[in-house]
């Protein structure tokens, strides 16, 4: 076991990314690696594969730290993506939603034991040839524009482009959407009790659906734990869903062991995604993640969710240039924003701003750049949300300038080809 950030982890990542420079991906000069994933049409076919968490879920692989581990996963919706294929899935009348997410495990790491920190560094990403994006329900302003728009790309190791979208590019940028190890008995319980609190107050919040729920034994509509099992949509602490486009190959992120073994589980792989996947999609696809591990005694405090670190080129936007938009919490006298309307105050609908509401400053910013795209670059609204949704970062300015907190939305102009 080692201590958090050690020199020596940090001279193997800058080893690692030198490597990830080489043809030949790392992985494919370890032969005693463990691959993980990959069988069968779907998570539900696949015995390394889950899709709720739950700390009883038992591990489906072992790894030594330090071991290079390579994990096949598959897209968000878990659905077939090469329009070529005649498979008929029969999960597609199923509830919406009941098969998100697969994720590739868990992996039981050799000697982790509840308590320690589990040092995750990702070494390589191989896209899959397909990604799509589509206007989501859940998207950050589908309340202003019609969901249910879908672009299929076409992916390789530097781009993606799409026939839907012509003139756009979007540079290779792939990064797990989900890392995550199983919350342990005490989190367990205390996850369901304040999503189920939150759910009472008419919160947005995803309950337990043991519906195409796997592993069956424990997660499914006959399982041991239909109602306890939880979706793999919302981030916690154990990391999750989170979503954070900067965890890419050369990165390390500290996860909490809740119990002996971890059991790490990865998934949702994304080509590219702005700060924010406003859309509610990024470009989702199939990939094959590589990385490997290393056991904390003395890690970081995790107790308000997982730390991650690496090389800051991560953090730049793939652009030589770039257009920005900006937003304030104003709205309209008699408007409530949506994700206020559970909150079921009357002081708020004839208000024209919110005091230091960023939520409401990031609509407004993204909105002014969804007008922006549209009318610059000759794309539909729908078009043009979507590209926000793959490429547009929402940063945010400053939180203290009462009532006006400030959102910007930025936007790497090269992405375009056709100007």
Known sequence: MADH?????LAVSAALLLTLTCLTPIWAQVPEAVSVGGAGKSCNLDPQCINRLHPDIPMTAEAEPGQTVILKTRNASDFELDPASTYD??????PAGSTVHPLT????????????????TLLDIAPGPF???????????ADQLPTGYRVLWKLDRRYAVSEDLPGVRIPNSS??????????PDQLKEMLSRER???????VVSLPQPINATPASVCGPQGASPE?????????EHGGNVDIRYLRPGVTVYLPCYIDGCGLAVGDLHFAQGDGEVSGTAIEMDATVTLTTEILSKGPDLKRGIHFEGPSTVLDIPSRRFYATTGFPLKDAGHVPPDMKYLESTKIAPLRSLS???????RNALLEMIDHISATHGLTREQAYLVCSVAVDLRIAQLVDAPNVGVTALLPTDIFTER
């Not at 495990?105 to 995750?120: E, F, M, W």
């Open 5 to 9: 950030a050690s020199p020596w982890r």
């Open 131 to 141: 990604g799509y994006t589509v206007l989501h329900s859940i998207g950050f302003v």
């Open 356 to 362: 230091k509401d960023i939520s409401l400053a990031a």
């Open 197 to 203: 609190q939150l759910a009472d107050a008419h919160g």
């Open 228 to 236: 306890e099992c939880l979706r793999t949509i919302p981030p916690r």
């Open 105 to 120: 495990g868990p992996v039981r790491i050799r000697g982790a034991r509840a308590g320690d920190v589990l040092a995750v």
């Open 89 to 94: 899935d029969p999960r597609k009348q199923d």
């Open 175 to 184: 990064f797990p959407g989900v890392v995550t190890t199983l919350p342990g």
